[in-house]
């Protein structure tokens, strides 16, 4: 019928620092989304699997060295290279769960030491999230938990500076959540808000821009 023809998916985003527990989270999510008969996908930034997102994959593990100006204009750019793709998907009444976007996209390259201004005008015109859960950590216990990989920002000192940043970046779609509560916990939570979210676009809120 005619409402569900125009009923819209969610953006949701998990945002956090690494190893804050965002990647298990939200297949967690998407699992429980999928069970509940909600149309939804999983996806992450960067997306490693475009010509793009191999550059930035390169950078990551050392392989390749560039500006900070030029990998922030290429992470955003792997954005970009998804945007059309995003609002179809959207459109036609599937929920995208996103592991990571312009928010990373920002707070990374800030704590570098970018002008935050500059860092979000090529974000401009993306797709705003109807949600944003941010996984919050402290610096010391993320660092604690292991498992930094050996990429190039996985460092204690350049996280704490990122949370940092992240918190500037805090807006009225953000919904934080304590990473530290145990992952049950979280993840019902998580469940509760994205049930919250996906009803509300269900029933016709507008899909918006980012930062315009
Ligand atoms: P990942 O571990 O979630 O794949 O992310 C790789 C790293 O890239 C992580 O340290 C965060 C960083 N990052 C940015 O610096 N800018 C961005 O736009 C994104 C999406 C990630």
Known sequence: NGHHASSRGALIVLEGLDRSGKTLQSSRLLSYLEGERIPVELWRFPDRSTCVGQMISSYLSNKSELDDQTIH?????????????????????????????????????????????????????????????????????????????????????????????????????????????????????????????VTTCHKGKPLSQLWL
Request: with cysteine; charged share 30%.
């Open 73 to 197: 204009l290429l992470f955003s750019a792997n954005r970009w290279e998804k945007r059309s793709l995003m609002e179809t998907k959207l459109r036609s009444g599937t929920t995208l769960i996103v592991d990571r976007y312009s928010y990373s996209g920002v707070a990374f390259s800030s704590a570098k030491g970018l002008n935050i201004e500059w860092c979000k005008a090529p974000e401009m015109g993306l797709l705003a999230p109807d949600l944003v859960v941010y996984l919050d950590i402290p610096p010391e216990k993320a660092a604690a938990r292991g498992g930094y990989g050996g990429e190039r920002y996985e460092q204690l000192e350049f996280q704490r500076k990122v949370a940092q940043y992240y918190q500037i970046l805090h807006d009225a779609t953000w919904k934080s959540v304590d990473a530290c509560l145990p992952i049950e916990d979280i993840e019902k939570r998580l469940r509760e808000l994205a049930m919250d979210c």
